[in-house]
């Protein structure tokens, strides 16, 4: 088996390390940051505070990110770099801010609009600012990896792009920022991470460092997202959702994730079922259906993370998604025929191809009309 490892991203974690900032632009040489920040962040002071302790370093804000960022807002957010002569950028916030400022960082140095890279096959260039990611969610792994999730509405087109120039120079993983997520977003987020772990982990391009990262994810996220859910007090719980969002974000850089996130992203853009949510909504369905590939791996990781079998750990998926009050069907949306068949051509996404069983139309199918 011939493999290769690539995490090019400096990892800061702990309490309180958000105040490096402004250290940290200074070892890159950098004197004039753009803070890209979900909105919430502008209205509820967070933003504020950071850009007072950048010493500086932060010179404005960009906050007009929604929750699946559109192309036009990556532009946008291109713009006010090239105008203001920004010289690095720090994203703070969930997968949204992280994957518009990826975009807007590389863009910004052409005259290209991003357009011309989603879903195109061109190649981003590589010349790109620096960014300093800042997530406040135990969710996407979004600071660690090399990929940016974006939407054209314009064009009804939801997919991701992929480059070496979305790494972040350094990611701040600082458990502080998580303490005032509400339990829906603890979950959707946590469901997301155990995604981002098993897709990994089966993928076709699975390799020996990333499955160890993915394993240790996991077991993490069994053991510590209902407390967070639950409790969102519990400082443990907490920073260990915190580590295990990142490790996961390590798990599927380079694998890619497969079949569930394929399925994810038509049920966001015609559904509006947030990302996460959309991704665990099917994630105990694929568990099954992979469940005996390459001599039973899947099977060795069920038993690892102290389950029986992958049965039991797709049950176990099912029973924590119920208990957070997370999607296990579709059954409110009382779907026809017609968007069912939608469903199942949509779902045949890129990343769909990762899936170590062929995914057919039937077995679409199947997973689909058992959520009707």
């Given amino acids: 088996m011939n493999w290769d490892y690539l995490q090019p991203v400096q990892i800061r974690f702990g309490k309180g390390r958000v105040r490096e900032i402004k250290d940290l632009a200074e070892n890159m040489g950098c004197r ?22 950048s010493g500086g370093f932060l010179a404005g804000v960009f906050g007009d990110v929604s929750p699946n960022p559109d192309v036009e807002e990556v532009d946008a957010c291109a713009d006010k770099i090239r105008r203001e002569n920004i010289d690095f950028v720090a994203a703070l916030g969930g997968g949204s801010s992280m994957d518009c400022a990826k975009a807007a960082a590389a ?49 009804q087109k939801k997919s991701p792009i ?17 303490y005032t997520m509400p339990p829906k977003v603890t979950a959707g987020t946590g469901i997301d991470v155990l ?15 990333c499955d160890a990262c993915a394993l240790h994810a996991a ?16 400082e443990e719980a907490r920073e260990k959702m915190c580590e295990a969002s990142v490790i996961a974000g390590l798990a599927f850089t380079l694998p890619k994730t497969t079949s569930s996130h394929a399925c994810s992203f038509p049920l966001t853009n015609l559904y509006h079922i947030p990302h996460g949510e959309a991704c665990g909504l099917t994630l105990d369905y694929f568990a099954r259906i992979n469940k005996d590939v390459e001599n039973g791996r899947v099977q060795d990781f069920a038993r690892k993370l102290g389950f029986e079998d992958v049965d039991a750990m797709a049950d176990a998926i099912h029973d924590l998604k119920e208990k ?36 057919t139309d039937e077995i679409l199918r199947d997973l689909y009309e058992s959520m009707r």
């Avoid at 609009?113 to 010349?127: D, L």
């Fill in 32 to 53: 004039k940051g753009l803070l890209v920040a979900d909105p919430f962040f502008l209205t509820n002071g967070l933003a504020e505070q950071i850009i007072e302790a």
């Fill in 107 to 155: 863009v910004c140095l052409t005259d290209d609009s991003i357009r011309e890279y989603h879903g195109t096959g061109k190649t981003v260039p590589k010349e790109h600012l620096p960014i300093i990611a800042i997530p406040t969610t135990a969710g996407t792994g979004s600071e660690v990896t090399c990929v940016s999730v974006l939407t054209d509405h314009k064009n």
């Fill in 219 to 234: 077991g993490l996220v069994f053991q510590y997202l209902y407390r967070a859910y639950e409790n969102p007090d519990d």
């Fill in 324 to 359: 957070m009050g997370l999607r296990n069907d579709l059954k409110d949306l009382k779907l026809t025929d017609e968007q069912i068949d939608e469903l199942i051509q949509i779902s045949h996404h890129p990343n769909l191809e990762n899936n170590p069983v062929t995914i």
């Fill in 195 to 209: 995604s981002h772990a098993l897709e990994g982990y089966w993928s076709r391009g699975h390799q020996p460092i």
């Fill in 162 to 178: 992929v480059s070496d120039s979305f790494y972040p120079a350094y990611a701040i993983i600082d458990p502080e920022l998580t």
